[in-house]
């Protein structure tokens, strides 16, 4: 039931925190200052000019007896100045912000003799009282209505509020550098990079922090020892299949033709296996800036030398970008051999942006149907009959190898269904 508000909290964990922090202070000290306004604020305003009003009604009444010396000598004793004036003409008045200005205009109205009340600033009252037919200016301090200084229990509210909110801020990011420096850690290495990390914070964030580091010693430990376990198989089969090549070599021609070819595809079937359990064990360098136009004529000429023809179409945004230049120029190589084996016309697209870059190739071939798209991301998976082992010497692996590529890159291998050539469309997404 709380779905909906997902779609309005912040993505990142320091800004949820931040709200968390910053809300419940906010809410507080709206609520005192709705409470002190209503009810004591408000009540100390109402209590004293119910005070002045008494005053003032002694001095209406013994304008009613007909004593006005009397009465002004009444209010002058009471600190009200009160001047005769029969055209006296008031507009009653009242700043908007003048929230205490409600409650004295309410208590004096009650006043039978007051005709008009203004409150202009915060230093004094004017009012215009009227007795029979004769009018009086009255005029008293403010103070005398309204406690003085309203604002300062907001203002230090306000103050000490924000003063203590910055200090947990900065005690806030200090606890959650760690986090972030543990996630930049986990980042990278799933890129392929180890930069160096130390588990600091609390107690929680060190122990998930040396519970990566071991992890990640236990990843490393066995890609060394994988990448060792198939260097030496690769040594073990090359020799036992060199013999059986020269052995084949003393059969007859009708004999020896179709054994040569199993040989063959033997050996093509360990180097491609090599190539996709390794990926990366002969590629650990970090990623670097390339000039894309330059490695894009690097691309074209490889395929010109293949006895192909590319079309490389203008570079959409940036012509720079980071990467491993060695292993997406593999991986673009694996797409676009794919796509000469089935098409006659491949088109090469880039596309530039913040965040990543994307190598999209599409042809004119058959395609894929949409539902063997996770199939063919498969190791070893030959998708029949459009699709297979005997209209070129691949294994299987070649889209494979470029998703493992696309994904050590922070990206992703996404196939579907060219727009321009109907064919299929292969693009390749790496993180920036």
Known sequence: MFDWIKRYMPKRLYWRAALILVLPVFLLQLIVSFVFIQRHFEGVTEQLTQAVVMELGYVQNLLDQGDPDAAMALAQGLGITMVRNDAAQLTQTRRFYDLTGLVVLRELQALSSIRAIDLPDDYRVDVVMQVGRTAYDVSFSRRRVSATNPHQLIVNMVVFGGLFTVIAFFYL?????????????????????????????????????????????????????????????????????????????????????????????????????????????????????????????????????????????????????????????????????????????????????????????????????????????????????????????????????????????????????SATLGGLSAKIVLGQ
């Open 173 to 417: 990011r200090n606890q959650l550098r760690p986090i972030t420096r543990l996630a930049a850690a986990a980042e990278a290495f799933g890129r392929g990079q180890s930069v160096p990390y130390k588990p600091a914070g609390a107690v929680e964030v060190r122990a998930a922090g040396q519970s990566f580091l071991d992890m990640r010693a236990r990843i490393d430990r066995h890609i060394e020892q994988r990448t060792l376990i198939l260097s030496g198989i690769s040594h073990d089969l090359r020799t036992p299949l060199t013999r059986l090549k020269l052995g084949l070599s003393f059969l007859e021609p009708e004999t020896r033709a179709p054994l040569e070819q199993d040989v063959e595809d033997m050996r093509v079937l360990l180097d491609e296996f090599l190539i996709f359990a390794k990926t990366f064990g002969d590629d650990q360098t970090d990623a670097e800036t390339i000039d894309l136009r330059a490695f894009l004529a690097e691309v074209s000429e490889d395929v010109q030398r293949m006895g192909h023809q590319i079309t490389i179409l203008p570079i959409d945004g940036n012509a720079q970008a980071r990467f491993r230049k060695t292993a997406v120029k593999r991986a673009l190589e694996n797409v676009i051999n794919n796509a000469f084996r089935y098409a006659k016309t491949v088109e090469l697209s880039v596309m530039v942006r913040p965040k990543y870059v994307s190598f999209v190739v599409q042809d004119d071939g058959p395609g894929i149907d949409e539902h063997n798209y996770a199939e063919a991301l498969k190791p070893f998976s030959r998708l029949d009959p459009s699709r297979n082992q005997n209209r070129g010497a691949g294994v299987g692996l070649g889209l494979p190898i470029t998703a493992d590529i696309a994904r050590a890159h922070g990206g992703r291998l996404e196939l579907g269904r």
